[in-house]
């Protein structure tokens, strides 16, 4: 189901990756860069609930679609976090620790997924919080600005960003120790 409208949503989702990262490299104001790139990355992101509400009311989910869709959201995320990192507004730390958590859980559903155990990896609520904090706190860093004139999205990003670090901790620390038995069974 390559072609389906939901799959379509998501390929044009990490179509768009690179749109956000080359406004930086556009000769406009950086006020501009940043308001534009929040706007794709708003933008790009709803289309993830999008595909996922079509999917299911459509009748249109298929095993490459769940394959992509997360995969759609690990680049959007990771690439963000690059530019945020280049742009000196999150740490490497930071942007350690999530990418760093997406390839280990990336790895262990893999992995889990080969020994018949994807189950006790499958997606949890703590990772759901995790995912909207972040899409979350990423506009507010790109934006960097006052919203309204009132609120400082280059703070409220910043503390909004390092609970999405512990988020992100929490949940492989879960996601870990669900998969633990399966480990140690396959160990033996």
């Not at 790139?37 to 989910?61: I, M």
């Not at 559903?109 to 972040?134: C, D, F, N, P, Y």
Request: proline share 3%; hydrophobic share 60%.
């Amino acid at each position: 189901m390559f072609f389906t409208l939901p799959t379509l949503l998501t390929w044009a989702r990490i179509v768009a990756i690179p749109l956000i990262v080359g406004v930086y490299y556009l000769d406009i104001t950086a006020a501009h860069q940043n308001l534009f790139a929040t706007v794709l990355f708003v933008l790009v992101a709803l289309t993830d609930w999008l595909d996922g509400y079509l999917a299911r009311k459509l009748n249109q989910t298929s095993a490459f679609g769940a394959f992509l869709d997360p995969v759609a959201d690990k680049i959007l995320v990771c690439a963000a976090l690059l530019v945020l990192l280049e742009l000196q507004r999150v740490n490497a730390l930071v942007a350690l620790v999530i990418v760093g958590r997406e390839i280990t859980i990336s790895a262990l559903r893999e992995w889990m997924a080969q020994i018949g155990a994807s189950r006790s990896v499958a997606v949890h609520m703590v990772g759901k919080l995790k995912t909207t904090v972040q899409m979350v706190a990423i506009p507010f860093l790109l934006y960097d600005g006052l919203l309204f004139g009132l609120i400082s999205t280059r703070l409220w990003g910043t503390w909004l960003i390092y609970a999405a670090v512990v988020l992100t901790i929490w949940s492989m620390v879960y996601y870990l120790q669900k998969a633990l038995p399966e480990i140690r069974a396959k160990a033996k």
